[in-house]
């Protein structure tokens, strides 16, 4: 009796425990994930794969466990280089005489490219595969993710003032569609608009960004309520809470992404509710600058999608989304009174399917389903600090850390084997931090 040819694939990872996140609560023992052109046409016991499928490349993982890769949906990835240089500030002092400043006298396409490449080794070498960022220079920032075969959501800044990339709001928004234009064909570059923040853009600036926003069809991502003073100064100002003028202006809709939304009432809840639009969570930047809580437990009690975001590394200061799950769970109990709330299930969700949701990929990302693309890590569980393995979702959100993910797929593609970046130079990029940091201390004496 012949036995059938096995199918040629590109890809057969077998691993120890797989977490596809769909199905919901599913923890997958001794399976293996084919894949082939990129996406994921197979997920069943590796007995099973080994028989049915010939891998080009096949990984044996059997201390590992596999989850989507990580979406880190809100950072400053340059501001990398200034990471450990304004500690212990809360945000508007930190903003106007620390960053705002530095960024005046160092800030360039370098500065940008430099601090970009860094912020990417080190979201690679933590099992991020997807992150938006927020900063100049966006047209550097997608080369950068592009070269190293990372995804990104690049969201083009929108102010009311000059700054070192533009001059006004049409100016900015000029400048950041031309990327767009540039960028269209990008299986791994997204760009969308990044208005800063409702209190650094005026009514007109923001109206033109809803509309062209809604015409195009993309996404929109803005800081907003961030802390309290920023609430009060906008009711001082505008007679009206930050979300009340965005929905007034037409900001607010099913692709809206709103960063930090730390002071919250009822009315700005529903709101958000009505509207479909995302919350992305910053629970380690918030802590740090003191800018307040966000209710998670509450917004996902009305079925809003929480994403979660590490901030930049000048206010976190690490982009580890491990350690992100981790505080977000912790934050959520204490904020909640209920040692249930943001279960470690809903930390990792959050970290994968609710990133995707949020930056509306979810329909090829964000879990390991067949049909999605294979953007995927894998974390070794076989270091003492890990033992012993009870359930794994537990020990990835309370245990783990970012050093402990091992390799990683963009698209079925390899960008990470055994810690090191596929497509990134680690003593480069180190020389160059070193580089920028002796040139700003030099400059402060």
Same mark, same amino acid.
């Given at each position: ?235 001082? @100002?505008? #007679?009206?809470?930050? &979300?009340?003028?965005?929905?007034? +202006? !037409?900001? =607010?809709?099913?692709?809206? *992404? ?94 994968? @399917?609710? #990133?995707?949701?949020? &930056?509306?990929?979810?329909?090829? +990302? !964000?879990? =390991?389903?067949?049909?999605? *693309? ?72």
């Amino acid at each position: 009796m012949s036995h059938p040819t096995p199918q040629l694939i590109d890809t057969l990872i077998s691993a120890r425990w797989i977490i596809p996140i769909r199905p919901a609560k599913t923890v997958l023992e001794n399976h293996s994930i084919a894949i082939d052109g990129g996406n994921i046409i197979a997920i069943l016991p590796t007995d099973q794969a080994m028989a049915q499928f010939d891998a080009k490349h096949g990984i044996d993982l059997p201390t590992h466990t596999l989850t989507p890769g990580l979406i880190n949906a809100h950072g400053h990835a340059a501001m990398s280089l200034f990471r450990g240089m304004a500690d212990n500030q809360p945000l508007q002092s930190w903003l106007e005489q620390f960053i705002w400043p530095a960024e005046q006298q160092w800030v360039d396409e370098e500065f940008v490219r430099d601090g970009t490449q860094l912020a990417i080794a080190e979201m690679l070498r933590s099992g991020t595969t997807t992150f938006s960022d927020m900063y100049f220079f966006p047209n550097v920032v997608a080369k950068a993710a592009s070269d190293a075969g990372i995804r990104a959501q690049i969201t083009f800044p929108v102010f009311n003032f000059p700054t070192i990339w533009g001059q006004n709001p049409d100016d900015y928004i000029r400048k950041g569609l031309a990327v767009r234009d540039d960028f269209k064909h990008s299986e791994l570059v997204d760009v969308v608009f990044g208005p800063h923040a409702s209190y650094t853009v005026s009514d007109e600036g923001l109206q033109k960004v809803a509309m062209l926003a809604a015409e195009l069809d993309i996404s929109i991502h803005i800081h907003v309520h961030e802390t309290q003073q920023e609430v009060d100064n906008e009711l001082k @100002l505008h #007679g009206q809470r930050p &979300l009340a003028r965005l929905h007034h +202006l !037409g900001l =607010l809709g099913p692709k809206t *992404q709103l960063v930090h939304m730390t002071t919250l009432s009822d009315e700005d809840i529903a709101m958000v509710k009505a509207s479909g639009a995302s919350v992305i969570h910053c629970p380690q930047s918030n802590l740090k600058l003191a800018s307040g809580f966000c209710p998670v437990q509450v917004l996902m009690d009305q079925g809003i999608t929480i994403a979660l975001g590490t901030d930049g590394a000048a206010s976190n200061n690490s982009l580890d989304m491990f350690t992100e799950m981790r505080t977000a769970a912790l934050l959520a109990k204490a904020v909640a009174d209920d040692a249930a709330a943001l279960n470690d299930w809903q930390a990792l969700e959050a970290a994968t @399917l609710g #990133g995707a949701k949020a &930056l509306s990929i979810d329909s090829k +990302l !964000g879990s =390991l389903e067949v049909g999605k *693309q294979a953007d995927i890590i894998a974390i070794d569980f076989s270091a003492i600090e890990l033992q012993p393995v009870y359930a794994p979702v537990s020990q990835l959100v309370y245990t783990a850390c970012g050093h402990h993910v091992s390799h990683s797929w963009v698209h079925g593609r390899q960008i990470l084997a055994d810690r090191q970046p596929v497509n990134l130079d680690l003593a480069e990029i180190a020389a160059k931090a070193q580089s920028w940091r002796d040139k700003m201390i030099n400059t402060q004496h």
